[in-house]
């Protein structure tokens, strides 16, 4: 018997297990698909680093960890850039979303993120003491009510839902580079956004509820593509999304909590 | 640390457990199966990984050549 021919009738082992083709086919079905499990614990893996990161940046203050914590928001940024894109309005895709890329910014994002909340919360705690554990755990109230609600079926995103999200965050965003360029040029800032007043603090809020709903947006993401068996990077994109909305929405909680208290 | 401090403490921690529990979890059907859901694979391309290297490995073993 030649060789080919042994091949073709025994494999090239005799163990069903490790022959090559059962064995590819169990690697390709189990490996290559996006699972709910995989997302969570890539969320969990991306929180752990943000949380270890801020610790750092809380715990060692000073001109060199604020050099750190600035790099690490803007290889935050461009990490976020490269994985969700960059959409402005008449123009359409400036960059567009490769979500492909989320494996390898995820872990940035997370670091660099936790760089500059840490060094946020910091200040924030130094002014207002317990600030920060009350604003964590409103953080997760609200994103476990929110989940709840999603998974029951309370909330339904649907395209109206999702457009009416994208042109509110959209609005908040176009505000806060407003009130940027404004003090940049005059030196002080919007009242509506930074004072304490009752209009700033309706502001605050209406900021935290589309921060809250954007979170529905990222539940729907990681369940539809875990669903429609999506690849396997994917689970990082949505731990990606889902803790960009996390981080957004424990800042403005912060910003909320620092109004109230200075009152 | 206030009371209040403590409390939503707790809160939170509770939170952070129920958060990570239930995203494990599918929707429920009452979620998932509806007409009017957002079809998120036309916004966000999922670049699909093409099977070139099981098709690789495979052809390596039916082009072994007899001696």
């Not at chain 1, 953080?139 to 609600?149: D, E, G, K, M, R």
């Not at chain 1, 965003?173 to 940049?184: E, G």
Request: net charge positive; hydrophobic share 50%; proline share 3%.
């Amino acid at each position: 018997m030649s060789q080919h021919q042994a091949l073709n009738k025994f494999g090239r082992s005799g163990n069903p297990i490790i022959r090559s083709a059962a064995f590819q086919n169990k690697v390709s079905s189990s490996e290559e698909k996006m699972s709910l499990e995989g997302a969570v614990n890539k969320t969990s893996f991306m929180l752990f680093l943000t949380v270890m990161t801020a610790t750092i940046s809380w715990n060692f203050q000073g001109p060199l960890m604020s050099i750190i914590s600035a790099i690490g928001a803007l290889a935050g940024f461009i990490s976020g850039i490269m994985t969700f894109g960059f959409y402005f309005f008449f123009v359409g895709w400036i960059v567009k979303p490769r979500p492909h890329n989320a494996p390898r910014t995820a872990p940035i994002y997370a670091i660099g993120m936790g760089f500059i909340i840490g060094l946020i919360s910091q200040q924030a705690e130094s002014f207002y003491p317990g600030i920060v554990i009350q604003a964590v755990s409103l953080t997760f109230f609200v994103a476990t009510s929110l989940l709840l609600a999603y998974k029951t079926g309370i909330i339904k995103p649907t395209q109206n839902f999702m457009l009416m999200i994208f042109a509110a965050t959209m609005g908040i965003f176009l505000t806060y580079i407003a009130s940027l360029i404004y003090s940049l040029f005059t030196g002080s800032h919007f009242l509506i956004i930074t004072g304490n007043g009752n209009i700033s603090i309706l502001f605050s809020v209406v900021v935290v509820c589309i921060a809250a709903l954007n979170l529905v947006l990222d539940f729907d993401i990681i369940e539809q593509s875990a669903e429609q068996g999506a690849p396997k990077y994917m689970e990082w994109f949505g731990a990606m999304a889902l803790m960009a909305t996390l981080i957004w929405l424990y800042i403005e909680i912060l910003r909320l909590l620092m109004k109230l208290r200075s009152r | 640390m206030s009371y209040l401090t403590l409390f939503l403490g707790l809160i939170g921690i509770l939170s952070a457990f129920l958060f990570f529990y239930l995203l494990k979890f599918k929707a429920s059907s009452k979620q998932t199966n509806r007409g009017n859901r957002i079809r998120w694979n036309s916004y966000i391309p999922y670049k699909e990984k093409k099977p070139n290297k099981v098709k690789n490995k495979e052809s390596e073993d039916t082009s072994f050549k007899d001696n």
